[in-house]
T-cell receptor, first 115, second 117 residues
Framework: AQSVTQPDIHITVSEGASLELRCNYSYGATPYLFWYVQSPGQGLQLLLK??????LVQGIKGFEAEFKRSQSSFNLRKPSVHWSDAAEYFC?????????????FGTGTQLKVEL | SQTIHQWPATLVQPVGSPLSLECTVEGTSNPNLYWYRQAAGRGLQLLFY??????ISSEVPQNLSASRPQDRQFILSSKKLLLSDSGFYLCAWSDSRWGNTNTGELFFGEGSRLTVL
């Protein structure tokens, strides 16, 4: 069965500092990988995705993530955090099947940005 | 472009009362549809998914049910709510086509906050 681990429940960074959110997955084949962001009381917005090709993927809002098969990781990075980045971030692993797109989500990392 | 809407946004219901949350998708046809529940610190739990009208699959046993009466409409229901049904419910859709046009992501609605008292 597929699974996702986000080891950091809470992270606090200063505005302008760099950010890395960790994500480790378990999946039997080449996975589809995603990062979503959620503001309080809102739905989830897709930041970026990986399903093939270049292992460094660029997303919206200046985020990027790198797929490392040897480490089963898909960490999210941003070189300079803005106060508006404060939100909860979810990593997900999935596959396209005859029964729909089956995504398994991590428990999320809450990001706080100090001004 | 495609849009997804769910309502109501907020709902406070007494224990034992019925529930109906509705979700509709516009701008696409034959989407796959999903209901997730989000509890604090526990991520997102897939409750139901549907690959077509009248086709519902349940991922976890529970007090809830789902229906898909139309291609782009997905309804989450309960006959008698329990305290444990409180949470944030998210509807989502995905492309149902095979091939490179489907890159696996889900598109989420704005969510419905249910409080059972």
């Amino acid at each position: 069965a597929q699974s996702v681990t986000q080891p950091d429940i809470h992270i606090t960074v200063s505005e302008g500092a760099s950010l890395e959110l960790r994500c480790n997955y378990s999946y039997g084949a080449t996975p589809y990988l995603f990062w979503y962001v959620q503001s309080p009381g809102q739905g989830l917005q897709l930041l970026l995705k990986y399903f093939s090709g270049d292992t460094l993927v660029q997303g919206i809002k200046g985020f990027e993530a790198e797929f490392k098969r040897s480490q089963s990781s898909f960490n999210l990075r941003k070189p300079s955090v803005h106060w508006s980045d404060a939100a909860e971030y979810f990593c997900a692993v999935g596959a396209i099947t005859g029964g729909g797109n089956k995504l398994t989500f991590g428990t999320g990392t809450q990001l706080k940005v100090e001004l | 472009s495609q849009t997804i809407h769910q309502w109501p946004a907020t709902l406070v219901q007494p224990v034992g009362s019925p529930l109906s949350l509705e979700c509709t998708v516009e701008g696409t046809s034959n989407p796959n549809l999903y209901w997730y529940r989000q509890a604090a610190g526990r991520g997102l739990q897939l409750l139901f998914y549907s690959v077509g009208i009248g086709q519902i699959s349940s991922e976890v046993p529970q007090n809830l049910s789902a229906s898909r009466p139309q291609d782009r409409q997905f309804i989450l229901s309960s006959k008698k709510l329990l305290l444990s049904d409180s949470g944030f419910y998210l509807c989502a859709w995905s492309d149902s086509r095979w091939g490179n046009t489907n890159t696996g992501e889900l598109f989420f609605g704005e969510g419905s906050r249910l409080t059972v008292l």
